[in-house]
């Protein structure tokens, strides 16, 4: 595997359920993301981890719990979700550190989820 | 705080013709600039970006894109646009020397007809 990878790739559930979605990247980096990609509006970070530590929450809605167990995994813990959660979500991963005034961010190719 | 409007949500070009996506930006500090493209059912793949130096910067796949800082905009071209063009596009910003937050315009669906 190469790249940032994302499963499962399509998800559909109801919002009863306990689901998780998992990222992994295998480009050394020690930087991962959360994004949000609804219809009909902008990409919205969710979630920061560097260095395994979460460094931003965007005022995300607790049904959505991150976890990052060590620098090359993120999950996304899912529960009582509702419909309009109900987006495509993608995962990236970067190297951060000091002196790099810039590092590009790789995505993955996203889980579609539907909650019906 | 920063944002980034895409003027056009959409654009319909036959295959071949000449294509320029639009992108404007807000900020009160100064920012590097992107183009993601994301192909259907796929993530985003990073098209261009500027972070210093020369104003016009040149992708992958043919597209450039230049830095206007007067005008605040970083509007993408491709001078002949393939089938295979057909996707999203997103313009992003980074505030300078502030991490690695991206902010992401609307995106426009650029549509080549043949």
């Known amino acids: 595997e190469t790249g940032v990878t994302q499963t499962p790739r399509h998800l559909v559930m109801g919002m009863t359920n306990k689901k998780s979605l998992k990222c992994e990247q295998h480009?050394?980096?020690?930087?991962m993301y959360w994004y949000k990609q609804s219809a009909k509006k902008p990409l919205e970070l969710m979630f920061v981890?560097?260095?395994?530590?979460?460094?931003e929450n965007n005022s995300v809605p607790s049904r959505f719990s991150p976890e990052c167990p060590n620098s090359s995994h993120l999950f996304l813990h899912l529960h009582t979700l509702q419909p309009e959660d109900s987006a495509l979500y993608l995962c990236?991963?970067?190297?951060?550190?000091?002196?790099?005034?810039?590092?590009?961010?790789?995505f993955g190719p996203g889980t579609r989820l539907t909650v019906l | 705080a920063q944002s980034v409007t895409q003027l056009d949500s959409q654009v319909p070009v036959f295959e071949e013709a000449p294509v320029e996506l639009r992108c404007n930006y807000s900020?009160?500090?100064?920012?590097?600039l992107f183009w993601y493209v994301q192909y259907p059912n796929q993530g985003l793949q990073l098209l261009l970006k500027?972070?210093?130096?020369?104003?016009l910067v040149k992708g992958i796949n043919g597209f450039e894109a230049e830095f206007n800082k007067s005008q605040t905009s970083f509007h993408l071209r491709k001078p002949s646009v393939h089938i295979s063009d057909t996707a999203e596009y997103f313009c992003?910003?980074?505030?300078?020397?502030?991490?690695?937050?991206?902010?992401f315009g609307g995106g426009t669906r650029l549509m080549v007809k043949p």
């Open positions: 990236a991963s970067s190297q951060v550190g000091t002196g790099q005034y810039y590092n590009e961010q790789f």
């Open positions: 480009l050394g980096h020690n930087a």
């Open positions: 981890y560097n260095f395994k530590e979460q460094t």
């Open positions: 900020s009160s500090v100064s920012v590097y």
């Open positions: 500027y972070l210093s130096g020369s104003t």
């Open positions: 992003a910003v980074v505030i300078r020397n502030a991490g690695n937050m991206l902010t």
